[in-house]
């Protein structure tokens, strides 16, 4: 059954929330991340194999610790792939995550492929009572972004950051919150002075990776 979308409602409530991507298919690890106490998670299938039953068991995993679901799925080029978005909701994710919109009918054809009609194309199902009203949230790609402006990983680099500011600040017009994703305390903070509520705090694997260096230095004594 499709629970509430508790990081919709405190957004809404002017609350703030953090997410965590999450790109080892897993239910533990997404119990982990509830249990952390993020707000919500990002399963990740764009970077992963994810199968349909493992992705329906990470959704259920998240609604058992009352973190939001949210699915990034994949594109084709230029075009949003409806069926990946359909298959996630039918599992009840709670939010679709969709890379490399550029353009405003990019965004449009991702919300038709989430809405039913008359707003949208999504077919309808008799499974786990999925549903999704329109796209909530704006959450950045700084590093997608910089590859598109050919500065590949350089996700400080002026263009890529005005770029930022720039998607921001038009969200911030419409009313439309913008989920940021801070490398160093200095970027959360900055963009917590700008009003952002909503922020992704890195990925569970790199978090992991740097947790188990620093395990290991600790005990060889090395700084």
């Not at 009203?133 to 950051?161: C, F, K, M, N």
Request: glycine share 10%; charged share 20%.
């Amino acid at each position: 059954m499709l629970s509430t979308n508790r990081t919709r409602a405190t957004l809404a409530d002017d609350g703030t929330v953090y997410g965590l991507i999450c790109s080892i298919p897993s239910p533990t690890l997404v119990e982990m991340i509830g249990c952390a106490g993020y707000d919500f998670v990002v399963i990740d299938t764009e970077h992963t194999l994810v199968d349909p039953q493992q992705l329906e068991n990470m959704i259920r995993a998240a609604e058992a610790v009352g973190v939001t679901p949210f699915v990034r799925v994949g594109s084709s080029g230029d075009t949003v792939d409806a069926a990946a978005s359909l298959r996630a909701l039918d599992v009840s994710a709670l939010g679709i995550v969709v890379p490399h919109v550029r353009t405003a009918d990019e965004a449009a054809a991702a919300v038709r492929a989430a809405r039913y009609a008359p707003e949208g194309m999504r077919s309808v199902n008799g499974g786990r009572v999925p549903g999704f009203g329109r796209i909530d949230l704006v959450l950045e790609g700084a590093a997608d972004l910089s590859q598109a402006y050919g500065v590949t990983w350089q996700t400080r680099h002026p263009r890529v950051r005005a770029a930022l500011d720039h998607v921001a600040g038009r969200c911030a017009a419409h009313g439309v919150p913008f989920c940021a994703i801070p490398r160093t305390t200095e970027d959360h903070d900055a963009w917590v002075g700008r009003g952002v509520r909503a922020f992704v705090l890195g990925e569970e694997r790199g978090l992991a990776a740097r947790a188990l260096r620093s395990h290991l230095a600790g005990h060889r004594g090395e700084s």
